[in-house]
């Protein structure tokens, strides 16, 4: 039985849902019809003040747990997730627009992968013993406290519990504040914790816009701020944040390159390609959005590029048959179509898509630019939506230097059938996330996250917990203490 779209209430608090209708109203547009959906409302200070409290209160009584006990809530939460993967996932698609056939797959299924990792390694989650001759020094791995989660709307389960699992595992509160495009998602995450058995408090969600966001990051009481967003959101709440010496997670956005030599295997070459530039209608933070394609194979690759997207199913979202649908917004419609006039204007050449569907919702063709040079707004400029950017290259040193020449750094691809030129190449991009011969895998073991202006800290893996605890260094003197008076 598909869950009701419209929630219990807006918010979760203190281990149950909340409402308080005093809040602004909050319609959920579903991407697909541009049809209301559901109705939430905006958090009120009393709502924040609520949740705050709350995640303060209980956070001492969740850390003293041991990391075995907090582990075994998030790893039952992980079965309880895999178990509803179906209703999550049509939640999801009604949340995004995003197709059923990408849902069933990348979203509750990744969050469920994050708890089960983070619940895995809680245990594990321990200090050193340093030695100094009679004297020792040891560590505890403690947590920072309270922590906010801020989201992006593109993948409303997946970021609250890559954001959730691992600050829970290391004995911290969460408060969660979802893109309010998006509210419906992680109340549903925060339900399933606490049938799982995470105590009241822990992880609570409020919804609202960058006024409530702002409040969170702003109160004295919160210890870190993890934001998935853009780089000029990014920018105002890593400030905010500054002020309280907060500690800091940013996962921004991005232009990343994807390279593709002459001695690439072009059918992988493609598809890696429209995996970093399709999936999702192109609302990917890490997508590959400026391929390099060498000019000798340029005009072979487009041409099955071509074929390939004539294969695009677009359609409703809830058929599986369909792999290609809305953007997540009128909005976000809106903005990219600027980019694809934009395009035209700058000269670029259009070899395929660049329409809007003639049907109800907010649907773009998927669109391919090509003969881009590296000064064209849609060459330097985040997108986020279906437009891809290919430009001409003839040497390695030339693609590496062109490549680099921007202020993002989130990910890199390469497609080469030369290994030792496929690590030089990696080695010398600016990226925090990259690929060789693949793009887009984002498994819960490896690190995520941006260099340069893409982000601080890492996501999933052992490096996040790095930045959800931190070293007490404890000096242990076993002999007298010599002062000098
Ligand atoms: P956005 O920056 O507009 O909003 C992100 C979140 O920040 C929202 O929840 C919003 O309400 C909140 N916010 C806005 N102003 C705030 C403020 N002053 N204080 C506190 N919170 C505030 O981004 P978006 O449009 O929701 O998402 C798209 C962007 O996110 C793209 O740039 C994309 O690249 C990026 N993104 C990055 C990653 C990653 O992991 N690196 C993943 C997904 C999306």
Known sequence: MPYDLQPVASHFVNGRYVEDISGASMPVIYPATGEIIAQVHEATPAIIEDALTSARAAQKAWAAMSGTERGRILRRAADMIRERN????????????????????????????????????????????????????????????????????????????????????????????????????????????????????????????????????????????????????????????????????????????????????????????????????????????????????????????????AQAVIGDPLDE???????????????????????????????????????????????????VSDGMAIAREEIFGPVMAVLDFEDEDEVIARANATEFGLSAGVFTRDLARAHRVIGQLEAGSCFINSYNDAPVEAPFGGAKMSGVGRENSKAAIEHYSQLKSVYVRMGNVEAPF
């Open 86 to 309: 179906r209703d999550l996932s049509i939640l999801e698609s009604h949340d995004t627009g995003k197709p059923l056939s990408e849902t069933l797959y990348v979203d509750a299924t990744s969050g469920a992968d994050a708890l089960e990792y983070f619940g895995g390694l809680a245990g594990a989650l321990t200090g050193e013993h340093i030695p100094l001759g009679e004297d020792w020094v040891y560590t505890r791995r403690e947590p920072l406290g309270l922590c906010v989660g801020i989201g992006a709307w593109n993948y409303p389960t997946q970021i609250a519990c890559w954001k959730g699992a691992p600050a829970l595992a290391c004995g911290n509160a969460m408060v969660f504040k979802p893109s309010e495009t998006t509210p419906l998602c992680a109340l549903k995450v925060a339900e399933i914790l606490h049938e799982a058995g995470l105590p009241a408090g822990l992880y609570n969600v409020i919804q609202g816009g960058g006024a409530v966001g702002g409040a969170l990051v702003g109160d004295a009481r919160v210890d870190k701020v993890s934001l998935t967003g853009s780089v000029p959101t990014g920018r105002k709440v890593y400030a905010a944040a500054a002020e309280g010496i907060k500690h800091v997670t940013m996962e921004l956005g991005g232009k990343s390159p994807l390279v593709i030599f002459e001695d690439a295997d072009l059918d992988n070459a493609v598809g890696g390609a429209i995996l970093g530039n399709f999936y999702s209608s192109g609302q990917v933070c890490s997508n590959g959005t400026r391929v390099f394609v060498h000019r000798t194979i340029k005009e072979a690759f487009l041409e099955r590029l071509s074929a390939r997207l």
């Open 321 to 371: 048959a369909t792999n290609f649908g809305p953007m997540v917004s009128e909005r976000q419609m809106q903005i990219v179509q600027g980019y694809i006039e934009t395009g035209q204007a700058e000269g670029a050449r259009l070899v395929t898509g660049g329409a809007r569907l003639d049907r109800p919702g907010f649907y773009l063709e998927p669109t391919v630019f090509a003969d």
